[in-house]
Every structure is written in C-alpha cells, then in structure tokens.
C-alpha cells in the first residue's frame, strides 16, 4: 500500500545553518492492511518520512508510492485529490477551536465539495464510530485530550481514506488514554481495512497496535522486522535502548548504581534473560537452578504478550563461575532463552 523507495531529503543550507540529510536512501514496503510503526529518537527524520508519503515534502531523490501512485511526481491539484485517500492525526490534535466537534470531522468533506445531505449521516456514524456522539456540538476546548484525539481521527477517516497516517499521536496523552486511542486505531484497522503508518519514540505504543516496525536513527532505516522478532531479539543498539521502557526490562535504580562492568571480590552475575513462544511458560529457572547447582536469585521480570504471543523477561543474578565458563548461557540457549550480559553487583 505504501511503497518507500531509496528516498532521501536533504534541507538545503540556509545563511544560519548547514545542510541536513533527514533522510538516507530508505526503502519501506508497507503491506495493505496492516499497521506499521517507525520508531526512533527525535531528529532521526520519522516526521520528514510521513511528510513525504503524504506529498507535504518532496524527496530529494527517490520516490514513494501509494497503492501505486507516485506521491512526489503529481501535479499540485492532484496531490490535493491523492491527498483525500490518506488521513493524518496528530500529536497536538490540530483541531479547529471555532468549530464543533461535529463542523471539524466534516470539514474535510465540506473542502471536498461533498453534498451536506451525505456529509451529515457520514459525521454523525464516524462520531458514533469513535464513541464521541454525545459530545457532537462541544467546541475543543470543552474535550479532554482523549476526546480531541478521537475527533481528530474521525476528521482523517471523514474522507473514507485508504490510509491513515499518524504523526505521534498519543504522546501527549496519559498511559491510559493512550492505550484507549491505540485501541480505537486497531479496531478501525480490523473493521475498516485502513492500512495505518504511525511514527512514535516508545515502544509500547509500537508493541501494543503495530505488526511490523522500522528503527530510524540519523535519517537511516537501521533495522526492521516483525514486532515480536524486534521486541525480542533487537539487532541493533539503538532498538535494544527502546525496549528499555517496556516493563520488566529495566534495571532496578537500585541494582543499576552498584552495576559493574567485571567481577570484584564478592560481586554476582547480572543478566538479562528473554523467554519467548511456547518455552516462555516452562520452568527453566528452577532447571537451570537444580541441574547446574546455581544459586539464582530473580531481581526483576514480567511476562508480557506482544499480538497473543508470550514473552517474558527476567533480570537474575548468577555466581559469577557460571558466567565465566559458559555454562549457564548455553544451558538457557537450550531452551531458546536469549541472554545479555548486564555486568556485576556486590
Ligand atoms: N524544514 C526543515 N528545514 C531544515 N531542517 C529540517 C526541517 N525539518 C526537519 N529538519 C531536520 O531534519 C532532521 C530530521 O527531522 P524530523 O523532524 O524528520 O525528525 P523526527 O524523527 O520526526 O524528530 P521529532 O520526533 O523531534 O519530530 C532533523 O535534524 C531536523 O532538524
């Protein structure tokens, strides 16, 4: 459905600043149907790449395509008309404050030249679509985050778009707002067919709703894959640093100030084991404890489901021996249990 093709941009040098290159040769294939996230630091060029799949940036080289229409290569007017086939929502809702909740989801259809007979059933079922019905004649000022969010989304989905777009849509919101919005996008996903790109910098927002993720870092496409194989098994550094906010996996503040990089004296082993699919249930620990003569003391842990698949992490300490030799790594390898070394404590 969306189709990124070696796309670069450069921002030009201007008399205060050097050039930036936001975007390096990236090549992303988003499948019809599914949600595909982008996840990456600020400044990595996440918001330069949605820009340029929905024409509002020409690409320096390269093309994006969507379902088959060359988004760069269309004439103003065009990309206006293209432009109705791809919604956007935004992390600040970017909501009209003169108008209702009601006059902004219909706005788009109003700019469409779409007749008013059809506009009024159409906003009134998205309203009812994202659960807002009662709130149609309140102005945004009267709406709490959540509520201003759900009328942004209504206003891209106005246009019946293939496409949803969204631009960190929820980091302004409070967790549990924010796994209410994520939901909505999902069911609107299953119920609608919109195929739906979201750029965000947490992962839980990613693990909760996308299928698939892309990891950006200095306007590079550094590592892709499907949540759960990114979620467990991150290639690179930088998407190892974002599983850091998903539960279970953080260090204890406490444990992390005594963290040493080698073994002194008295000190234990810490590592960071990752159980995933059908072996995450099986009792590995109490094995690996009985069968090799370990002490193992659990600091830390949570088994989570990433899309109705288990997994689970646990920060344990090891007598330092079993690190050293090999033993304990590869008898957890055993069971597909990955393991990171994470350093030694007193
Ligand atoms: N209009 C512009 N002119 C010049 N440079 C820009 C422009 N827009 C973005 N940049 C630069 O391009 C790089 C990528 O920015 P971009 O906004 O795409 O990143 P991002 O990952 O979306 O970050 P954030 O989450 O902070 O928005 C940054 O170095 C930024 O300073």
Redesign the pocket.
């Given at each position: 459905m969306i189709r990124v093709e070696s796309l670069s941009?450069i921002?030009?040098a201007?008399a205060k600043?050097v050039a930036?290159?936001?975007?390096k040769d990236v090549d992303i294939a988003v499948r019809r149907g599914e949600i595909y996230g982008v996840i990456?630091?600020?400044?990595?060029?996440?918001?330069?790449?949605?820009?340029a799949v929905n024409g509002l940036?020409r690409p320096t080289s390269g093309r994006v395509l969507v379902d088959g229409v060359d988004i760069g290569a269309l004439t103003d007017s065009d990309l206006r008309a293209e432009r109705r086939k791809i919604g956007m929502i935004f992390q600040h809702f970017n909501l009209l404050s003169s108008r209702t909740a009601y006059d902004n989801v219909a706005l788009p259809l109003e700019f469409a030249g779409v007749d008013r007979a059809v506009i009024r059933p159409r906003v009134e079922a998205l309203l009812d679509l994202v659960g807002l019905s009662d709130k149609r004649d309140r102005y945004p000022v009267e709406l709490s985050g959540g509520q201003k969010q759900r009328v942004g989304i209504a206003r891209a989905l106005a246009t019946e778009p293939k496409v949803l777009l969204s631009?960190?849509a929820t980091s302004a919101l409070d967790p549990e707002t924010t796994r209410s919005i994520l939901a909505l996008l999902a069911e609107i996903n299953r119920t609608l067919g919109v195929t739906i790109m979201l750029?965000t910098?947490e992962m839980a927002v990613v693990k909760d709703v996308a299928t698939r993720v892309g990891v950006?870092e200095d306007?590079l496409l550094i590592e892709e894959g499907d949540v759960y194989d990114v979620v467990t098994r991150p290639r690179t550094d930088t998407a190892r640093s974002f599983l850091g906010t998903l539960a279970g996996r953080e260090i204890p503040p406490g444990l992390a100030a005594r963290l040493r990089p080698s073994p002194e004296g008295t000190t234990t082993a810490l590592i960071r084991l990752g159980f995933t699919g059908s072996r995450s249930t099986e009792p590995v620990i109490s094995r690996l404890s009985r069968e090799l003569g370990l002490d193992v003391a659990v600091l830390q842990g949570q088994v989570d489901e990433i899309g109705g698949r288990p997994f689970g992490t646990l920060i344990v300490s090891l007598p330092n021996a079993a690190l050293a030799d090999g033993s304990a790594e590869r008898f957890l390898a055993h069971y597909d249990v990955a393991t990171e070394r994470l350093g030694h404590v007193a």
């Open positions: 941009r921002y030009p201007t600043s930036v290159t936001a975007l990456g630091r600020s400044g990595a060029g996440k918001s330069t790449l949605l820009r940036e631009d960190e750029i910098h950006m306007g």
